[in-house]
């Protein structure tokens, strides 16, 4: 989990490791933040952080280590290519579900509520999505592979509109949205990476860093 402003873990969310490919638990998580890391309302953290501020209030659980470091990491901007499948506005339902096979797409926005899933058919290859407006995931939605891998898929926000998963909605893959701020609440589950400007994990919320992402 890597954001450029702020990670802030508070009110019972939970954040650890898990092995993709044996769906077994861990307790290395990485966080890092080129400003300010802050845990805390009786949170927990499965692994490390650092920031050059890290905050922990007395409440919050670390099975981990804090590291005040003045690391600078630098983003990539996201650029939109150039012959990509364009999908528009996508907006899943009430049990509707869409599939993505191997390849490359693009989308106006992203919203999924009510019970409708995205599902990622990437068992014989990755599946890449690029977003310019907004994404939501709620009300029991889902972003699910066929492969469990979730370096196969990966959603690209291009520009700065904000990423929300909430309501015990669930994704699998990896997040990259450096100029957005991602929120995961009320009791949803990531399960991958996320790269972003700032990011909130809270309300019973869980966060599950793949460690088959780790590149060290």
Known sequence: MLAHTDIDLENRS??????????????????HSNKRVD????????????????????GFALNGVTTVSGQK??????????????LGAVHLSGHDMMVLTPGSYEASSLVIEDDAVLNIDNDNGPVTLYVTGPVTLRQRASITSGDLNTEKFALYIVGGDD???????????????PDSQVEVNDHAQFFGSIVSHE?????HAQFHYD??????
Do not use: C, W
């Not at 954040?15 to 861990?26: A, P, V």
């Not at 990423?163 to 949205?177: H, I, Q, S």
């Not at 990011?199 to 309300?203: A, F, G, L, M």
């Open 163 to 177: 990423v929300y998963v909430k309501g015990d909605a669930v994704f699998e893959g990896v997040l990259y949205a």
């Open 14 to 31: 939970k954040t650890d490791s898990y092995d993709s490919q044996t769906g077994t638990y861990g307790n290395d998580a990485k966080l």
């Open 73 to 86: 990491v630098s983003f990539m901007p996201v650029e939109l290519p150039d012959f990509l499948d364009d």
């Open 211 to 216: 460690r088959h992402l780790k590149t060290d």
């Open 39 to 58: 845990l805390e309302d009786r949170a927990s953290l499965d692994g490390d952080a650092s920031a050059p501020t890290v905050a922990k209030s007395s």
């Open 199 to 203: 990011i909130d994990i809270e309300d």
